[in-house]
């Protein structure tokens, strides 16, 4: 669900969380999608719970 967006020129940053089953909010999945004017639009960062309370970035791979 997005939760916030920026605009940079004439591309569209979007935070968006992913929702879980369970009520905690710590165990939703945090990430920002790139969307272009061309109508393209990509994952550039995303962060997943590596504990109960810790967390880590995910390595993305490049999009051409």
């Known amino acids: ?25 710590r165990e939703w999945t945090p990430r920002v999608r790139k969307l272009s004017p061309d109508g393209s639009n990509s994952i550039i960062a995303e962060i997943e719970r590596s504990g109960a309370k810790d967390s880590r970035p995910v390595q993305l791979q490049p999009t051409p």
């Open 1 to 25: 669900h997005p939760t916030g967006v920026v605009m940079s020129g004439h591309i569209i940053y979007v935070l968006e969380y992913l929702h879980t089953t369970g009520g905690d909010r």
